[in-house]
């Protein structure tokens, strides 16, 4: 989600940017259907400025845009520190779904995983974050991989084991995840 | 994008860093960055810009002097023809920089992160290029006559180069092309990278 939104922004910036860059630039070469007349005009002249500063609405306007560009703004940068970590799993949702029977510290979950994830072959750490809603999570696993490690060994049996085990304990349906696999680099030596 | 494990919680995301148009089974799916650098910069800038620009134009309605600034931009801005060198030196920098957001928008980024395959609908999992190397140069390394070996993996190919102080350059050459060959296909990637593996004596020092 704040992949998209980051994506979007980014591009509109990008491409307003392009646009203005490109008007002064095409204008500066001559060319008769931009809003400056030739390269005999200047780029933003006094009277070009003062256009509408007689209007009663021109300076309220003009604040209110600066205001809320500047909100929108802090709210996008906030928006890229906040990785929000899941408290609660809900476990039984009981008859009518409005008062949960069963809660499960994220935390919990998470430490579970996370063991059954260190236990496997040729894993020296495993990080577990979940994220999502109470009621359909997400997982992120971060793998550190040691010596005597098979990569995509240790992701099948992190799929039908650690991963398992969380939707069977919990009675989730599916619990995505995202898993990353790194390694501690070390000294290149036999590892018999 | 929807996953077929028909749920009962509905529609869910698997990537919790980002998405994946174009989702194949299990091959041919990318990780994609989130942009978090990039645009908490660009939201810096933005909110900057439009900050001190607010800050300036209220206090010049509360009948104070516009800052030395903002009179010298007023004033260069009337004086100078599209032409000018120093508009077009600064049209062409706003211009690369548009560009340059337009392309970090669009391309998935996270170049490091191999994209390994056995995703079914629900796990996403990738394997860093740098984990890839020591895990191939650890097998590398339990080959007899190795004394040292250098991993470089790529998205789209792995070179190896040996060093073997003993036995045949080529029976040494043979056993590393066996040997990351089936490490490689252990690695578990969605795209198979080709090996390259070369070997030559160690320089003899002194």
Redesign the interface.
């Known amino acids: 989600?704040?992949?998209?939104v980051?994506?979007?922004?980014?591009?509109l910036?990008?491409?307003?940017?392009?646009?203005?860059?490109?008007l002064?630039?095409v204008?500066?070469?001559?060319v008769d259907w931009t809003p400056?007349e030739g390269?005999?005009?200047?780029?933003?002249?006094?009277a070009d400025?003062r256009r509408f500063e007689g209007r009663d609405w021109w300076?309220p306007v003009?604040?209110g845009t600066?205001?809320v560009?500047?909100l929108l703004?802090?709210w996008?940068?906030f928006a890229?520190?906040r990785r929000p970590r899941l408290a609660e799993v809900l476990i039984d949702q009981g008859e009518s779904g409005s008062t949960p029977l069963a809660l499960l510290r994220g935390r919990a979950l998470e430490d579970a995983v996370a063991e059954q994830a260190t236990d496997l072959d040729g894993v020296e750490r495993a990080h577990v974050s979940l994220?999502?809603k109470r009621?359909?999570p997400?997982?992120?696993i971060g793998l550190v991989?040691g010596?005597?490690?098979?990569?995509?060994?240790a992701?099948?049996a992190?799929?039908s084991g650690a991963?398992k085990a969380a939707r069977t304990s919990t009675g989730?349906?599916?619990?995505?995840?995202?898993?990353?696999?790194?390694?501690?680099?070390?000294r290149?030596?036999?590892?018999t | 994008m929807s996953?077929d494990?028909g749920?009962?919680?509905?529609e869910?995301?698997?990537?919790?860093?980002?998405?994946s148009p174009g989702e194949g089974e299990g091959g041919d799916w990318r990780f994609?960055?989130?942009?978090?650098?990039?645009?908490?910069l660009?939201?810096?800038a933005?909110?900057l810009g439009?900050?001190v620009?607010?800050y300036d134009?209220?206090s010049v309605?509360a009948e104070r002097p516009a800052m030395a600034w903002r009179r010298r931009l007023?004033a260069e801005?009337?004086?100078?023809?599209?032409?000018d060198p120093w508009?077009?030196l600064a049209?062409?920098l706003?211009?690369l920089?548009?560009?340059?957001?337009?392309v970090?928008?669009?391309t998935p980024g996270l170049r490091t992160?191999l994209p390994?395959?056995?995703a079914?609908?629900?796990?996403?999992?990738?394997?860093?290029r740098?984990?890839?190397a020591?895990?191939l140069?650890?097998r590398a390394?339990?080959i007899s006559g190795v004394q040292?070996?250098r991993v470089d993996v790529g998205r789209r190919s792995v070179a190896a180069r040996a060093e073997a102080h003993f036995r045949a350059l080529d029976d040494v050459r043979t056993d590393l092309e066996a040997v990351l060959g089936v490490g490689i296909?252990?690695?578990?990637l969605t795209r198979r990278p080709a090996l390259s593996v070369s070997v030559r004596r160690p320089p003899s020092k002194g």
Do not use: C
């Open positions: 989600m704040l992949a998209i980051n994506r979007t922004l980014l591009g910036i990008g491409a307003a940017l392009v646009l203005g860059a490109a002064v630039l204008s500066a070469a001559g400056y390269s005999s005009d200047v780029l933003l002249s006094a400025r300076w003009v604040i600066l205001a560009v500047l703004a802090l996008w940068l890229q520190l994220s999502g009621t359909a997400r997982a992120r991989l010596p005597r490690a098979r990569p995509a060994a992701v099948d992190l799929r991963l989730l349906v599916s619990l995505p995840a995202e898993v990353r696999l790194r390694a501690v680099k070390h290149p030596e036999r590892v | 996953d494990t749920t009962l919680l509905g869910q995301r698997t990537a919790a860093s980002g998405f994609w960055s989130v942009r978090r650098v990039p645009a908490a660009t939201a810096v933005v909110a439009a900050g620009l607010l134009i209220v309605r007023a801005l009337a004086a100078r023809p599209p032409d508009v077009l049209a062409s706003v211009l920089l548009g560009v340059g957001l337009i970090l928008a669009a992160l390994m395959s056995g079914s609908g629900e796990l996403r999992a990738g394997l860093e740098s984990a890839a020591v895990v140069r650890d390394m339990q040292s070996v296909g252990e690695l578990g």
